[in-house]
């Protein structure tokens, strides 16, 4: 399966959820939903995967990624809050620090689900 496809797959359970669920919940329930639906999809992936920051072989922080899907794409989500550049650059700051390529922000608090790619 290639990348984009994965993508779509991604894309396609999220917009599912949020079909379902609908506007007005906490980031915790569509995580919890997401979770679920990419369950269904059999579609591997690891939950609150702790991840460190180094700087010249010394831990420089630890951070949780809400989801790291089949070791390929970080998934963050959010609810309500419009997407800004301070999550695109937590993004980045993620991608480096895993050295994958592609994260996607989420927000599931838009009438229409809103969704960034974010590369490395």
């Known amino acids: 399966m290639t990348i984009k496809e994965l993508q779509d797959q991604i894309v396609e359970a999220a917009l599912e ?5 609908g506007l007005g919940f906490p980031e915790s329930a ?5 979770a679920y639906e990419l369950d269904l999809r059999k579609i591997e992936y690891e ?10 072989g010394s831990v420089a922080g630890e951070y949780t ?19 800004n550049d301070t999550d695109e650059s937590k993004m980045r700051g993620f991608l480096k620090a895993t050295k994958l390529n592609l994260g996607m922000i989420m927000d599931f608090g838009k009438e229409v689900l809103e969704i ?5």
């Open 17 to 21: 959820v949020h079909k379902n669920m």
């Open 116 to 120: 960034k790619n974010v590369t490395r």
């Open 47 to 56: 939950r609150k995967k702790n991840i460190k920051l180094s700087y010249k």
């Open 65 to 83: 990624l809400e989801f790291v899907v089949k070791n390929s794409i970080i998934v963050m989500l959010k609810s309500g809050e419009s997407i």
């Open 30 to 34: 569509y995580t919890q939903a997401l």
